[in-house]
Structure formats: C-alpha cells, structure tokens
C-alpha cells in the first residue's frame, strides 16, 4: 500500500500538462544523482520482465543481489 507521501508526490507528478513540464519538475525535485538512480532500477525492472536471471542482471548492471530481489518481489507482489 503506498504511503502517503508517494500518494502526494504521484498527484503532484500527474499535474504536469507535458513531457516538458514533467522533465523540469523532475528536475527541480531530484539531483542527477536521484534520476540516475531511479533510471537504474527501471532499467533493472525491464529487465526483470523480458525474463533475464538475477544473477545476469547482477552481472551486466553491477548491481547486488538484494536491489534485484527488491525489484523482483515488486513485480510479483505489487
């Protein structure tokens, strides 16, 4: 169940009226840092999906174990 305050920051991001007004309220509410990292866990996401190993994912993305099976029970759970 989310929380409160992603519940907030996803009515907050649904205002944007374009991909435009979207990036640059990203951009003003994340660091590089922040996206960079929020992009890797997407990517290890899709990942995940097309049907690619954990251990693969490791590998390729030098990403450990623990942040995989994180994003693997998202996807089973919800």
Same mark, same amino acid.
Request: aromatic share 4%; glycine share 6%.
């Given at each position: &169940?989310? !929380?409160?305050?992603c =519940?907030?920051l +996803?009515t907050?991001?649904a205002q944007?009226?374009? !991909?435009?007004?979207?990036?640059?309220?990203?951009? %003003?509410?994340?660091?590089? +840092?922040?996206?960079?990292e929020?992009? $890797? $866990?997407? $990517?290890?996401l *899709?990942?995940?999906?097309? %049907? *690619?190993?954990?251990r693969?994912?490791?590998?390729? &993305? =030098?990403?450990?174990?623990g =942040?995989? !099976?994180r %994003?693997? $029970? &998202?996807? =089973?759970?919800?």
């Amino acid at each position: &169940m989310p !929380s409160e305050c992603c =519940k907030e920051l +996803a009515t907050l991001l649904a205002q944007a009226e374009s !991909s435009h007004d979207f990036e640059m309220l990203v951009e %003003g509410l994340l660091t590089p +840092a922040e996206v960079e990292e929020v992009m $890797r $866990r997407w $990517r290890l996401l *899709q990942r995940l999906v097309a %049907g *690619q190993t954990q251990r693969e994912i490791s590998r390729e &993305m =030098k990403v450990s174990l623990g =942040k995989i !099976s994180r %994003g693997s $029970r &998202m996807l =089973k759970y919800g």
